[in-house]
């Protein structure tokens, strides 16, 4: 079972930066985390649950676009942590941010379904004042 789990998380100011870091603290019976496909998303008081960014095995990344020139992921895998520098945050982009694994491989792609993510953290709040 691989668990994961978030930090960073906090109060900052619209403009701000904050940067979330997902650490798996178990690997079950992956040998590191090089193995999985990280995704990060997040979930507002009222709404469903959305995909912020992905990052393959190799490094590849994807993010949805009212992210994309704010938001960085990356990982490092000799430490099992994924990490989202976001910066220009907005009030919009408050929410509690999950970090997820997926098994699924799709080579140099990273975008999958939710239910792709078979792990998941258990969150990190997020809020920006206006």
């Known amino acids: 079972q691989v668990q994961l789990t978030e930090s960073g998380g906090g109060l900052v100011q619209t403009g701000g930066s904050l940067r979330l870091s997902c650490a798996a603290t178990?690997?079950?019976?992956?040998?590191?985390?090089?193995?999985?496909?990280m995704g990060w998303f997040r979930q507002a008081p009222g709404k469903e649950r959305e995909e912020v960014s992905c990052?393959?095995?190799?490094?590849?990344?994807d993010y949805v676009d009212f992210v994309k020139g704010r938001f960085i992921v990356s990982r490092d895998n000799a430490a099992n942590t994924v990490y989202l520098q976001m910066n220009s945050l907005k009030p919009e982009d408050a929410a509690i941010y999950y970090c997820a694994a997926s098994p699924v491989d799709l080579g140099r792609r990273c975008r999958q379904p939710l239910s792709s993510f078979d792990y998941w953290g258990q969150g990190t709040q997020v809020t920006v004042s206006s």
């Open positions: 990052i393959t095995t190799s490094g590849n990344t």
């Open positions: 178990e690997l079950g019976g992956y040998y590191d985390m090089n193995e999985l496909t």
